[in-house]
């Protein structure tokens, strides 16, 4: 007897539909996982409707920053009739990348996404809603060319170095010794503008004395326990261009005699570092507005929706907090 056409066509698609079923399921365990182990902050609006839903992301090693820019993106909420949500790993030891991140955007719908690039961050690839339509992402921090971005929000080293000069000048003594530590600049263009425009301040100031500590944070960190613990009382200021360099020198002057002798300036973003602020032992801390940068991200999102472009790269405005007077 002849097969039946009709059975053979119905096999086949059961045939097909198991591997698309278990495809299918695995992709829902995927975004599950994701979920799980993300953080939500700012999904609750109290009964509130909302027209769009931005997303605020990021790795967990760059909590500090997130927040903060999450909390500036929230405070524009209400302007735009937006829920901002924030979504992070719990921890960091859930290792979950920033394109598994950008992901769930695609998951929930999200009208735009603001995400914070790590220096550890692979670059992403764009991601749809449910109409076809791409997910407009703005980026802050890391800059990657490849990143499918309509904006990104950064830093102007330059700048940056010009504004240490500025600040770092006010800590010197005519009597005394600074110490500039920057440490693995080799692999860094961005440190290595940095520098230079720091010295280019320094010359045209006449300022001539300080000491340039530019080798791996190893090296410099024998470096500057060498200048503290060894009797090298001419030491009045120790300025910090990164924030490994900023927590490296604050620990080892806390824990050195010369603590409360020696200014220091520091820069970066970091829990640690602002409660040595807090207790006094570092008198400046140089860093980026980073409320200012959520607000700016969310009206360059709402600029895109509303006229179909946005600025393709914004510097971000620095802040400068100091110790309080004891």
Excluded: W
């Amino acid at each position: 007897m002849g097969k039946n056409p009709v059975k053979d066509k119905n096999g086949f698609v059961l045939k097909a539909a198991v591997p698309l079923a278990v495809l299918f399921a695995a992709g829902i365990f995927f975004l599950m996982r994701i979920v799980s182990g993300i953080s939500t902050h700012g999904a609750e609006f109290e009964g509130e409707d909302r027209n769009y839903h931005i997303l605020v992301v990021g790795q967990a090693d760059s909590s500090v920053f997130l927040n903060q820019i999450f909390e500036g993106a929230k405070s524009m909420s209400h302007d735009y009739s937006a829920l901002v949500e924030l979504k992070s790993p719990d921890s960091l030891a859930e290792n979950i990348s920033l394109q598994s991140l950008i992901d769930y955007g695609s998951f929930v719908n999200a009208d735009g996404i603001i995400a914070y690039v790590s220096p550890s961050s692979l670059p992403f690839e764009s991601v749809s809603r449910i109409d076809g339509t791409e997910i407009p992402v703005i980026t802050i921090g890391h800059y990657l060319a490849e990143n499918p971005q309509i904006s990104f929000i950064g830093s102007n080293y330059s700048n940056l170095g010009r504004r240490i000069g500025i600040e770092s000048e006010e800590l010197f003594e005519p009597s005394g010794k600074a110490y500039i530590v920057i440490s693995g600049i080799s692999g860094s263009p961005n440190h290595s503008n940095l520098l230079d425009s720091l010295m280019d301040y320094y010359k045209a100031r006449g300022i001539s004395n300080f000491e340039v500590f530019d080798k791996s944070l190893k090296e410099n960190k024998k470096s500057v326990e060498e200048v503290l613990l060894h009797g090298k009382t001419d030491c009045c200021a120790v300025v910090c261009l990164t924030e490994e360099d900023t927590i490296m020198a604050l620990q080892l002057v806390a824990a050195s005699p010369a603590s409360g002798r020696i200014k220091i300036l520091g820069y970066g973003e970091n829990e640690t570092v602002t409660m040595y602020l807090e207790k006094g032992i570092l008198s400046k801390l140089v860093s980026f507005n980073l409320n200012k940068i959520g607000r700016t991200a969310m009206a360059e999102l709402f600029e895109y929706r509303n006229k179909g472009y946005a600025n393709s790269y914004i510097t971000a405005d620095l802040q400068v907090r100091r110790a309080e007077k004891k």
